[in-house]
């Protein structure tokens, strides 16, 4: 895939038709070099369902992208707490990357092949926070591989640990990798989100963000314990082709709040599709488009109710 202008890109976002869960047909008039990105959410804890929309929209109607957001569904009802239900997914077929947020999720086979076809084709693919422990098969199941070998390969880390959510993190720049250009326009941070372990990351991983735990949630805290990378590039070598892929253990919804984290994310999402050329020395513009309001991370009921993927509009006219 070429890579694009991205003022030609923007001028063809309003010939785009909104890409929804299980749309995996592009539109008749859309330019097949234009990205087609597929975001697969669900997980029960960090509002997934509502932080990569908000993502997926400034790719659209920023940058003009393709973008498609398959949602764990219950009757057509968004249901993060569904563990075997994802639905949409074969829009993967005719993706040009994928972007992964789910925890825990024990899918069948007929959805899960999607995901590992992908994961082999060779294209590019990003990660966040639980996807280091997207799925959760058990040890007796033939898919237990996907536990813990697969993100580790694929993303590379397993889920380990972490502080707990009593605490949140300080993020600093590697300063071996300041000149990044996922790191463009990206500055140090508080995150509410609590620090992962990262002690079995891949060799080849290079480390883009450090993480230390603050006790406490709000900035200002005490730091504790050992730091630890937080965001990295990696490659994943596929059966058809390598993958370059970007991770972040960040996630929480109210780190999106932050400039720098919106801008790390979007930066890391073209990097990954090669198209680092069209990050400006700033950083790429990741301005909210529409409404970001998401509810606080937590289990049960915290998710918003009675929400279908129809309700959350990927295409907004200004």
């Not at 959410?41 to 400034?58: Q, V």
């Not at 620090?195 to 603050?214: F, Q, W």
Request: hydrophobic content about 35%; charged content about 25%; proline content about 6%.
């Amino acid at each position: 895939m070429k890579k694009l202008n991205i003022l030609f890109i923007a001028a063809l976002s309003l010939l785009l038709i909104t890409a929804g869960c299980g749309d995996n047909d592009r539109s008749a008039e859309a330019d097949q070099d234009v990205p087609h990105i597929v975001f697969v959410t669900g997980d029960e804890e960090y509002r997934s369902e509502e932080t990569m929309p908000m993502l997926a929209r400034i790719l659209k109607n920023r940058y003009g992208f393709e973008v498609t957001v398959c949602y764990a569904l219950t009757d057509g009802i968004i249901d993060p707490n569904r563990t075997d239900n994802i639905e949409g997914l074969e829009a993967l077929e005719n993706a040009d990357m994928m972007v992964m947020n789910t925890r825990f999720r024990n899918l069948p086979d007929d959805q899960l092949r999607y995901i590992v076809d992908f994961a082999e084709s060779g294209k590019p693919m990003a990660g966040f926070r639980t996807a280091t422990h997207a799925f959760s098969y058990g040890e007796d199941h033939p898919n237990h591989h996907m536990d813990f070998e697969w993100p580790h390969e694929v993303f590379g880390l397993p889920w380990i640990s972490h502080h707990g959510g009593d605490n949140s993190t300080d993020v600093f720049i590697n300063e071996n990798q300041a000149d990044h250009p996922i790191l463009r326009g990206v500055e140090p941070f508080h995150a509410r989100s609590w620090l992962y372990h990262s002690d079995t990351l891949k060799e080849d991983a290079v480390p883009l963000l450090i993480g230390r735990a603050v006790r406490g949630a709000e900035p200002g805290g005490e730091h504790f314990d050992d730091p630890h990378e937080i965001a990295w590039t990696h490659t994943y070598e596929g059966e058809h082709g390598t993958s370059r892929v970007f991770f972040t253990t960040l996630g929480h919804p109210f780190d999106f709040f932050k400039e720098s984290m919106r801008r790390l994310s979007i930066n890391g999402i073209f990097w990954a599709l090669g198209l680092e050329d069209e990050i400006p020395e700033n950083g790429l513009n990741v301005d909210y488009v529409g409404e970001f309001d998401p509810n606080n991370a937590g289990f049960g009921d915290q998710y918003k109710p009675n929400m279908r993927p129809e309700d959350i509009p990927l295409k907004v006219e200004e």
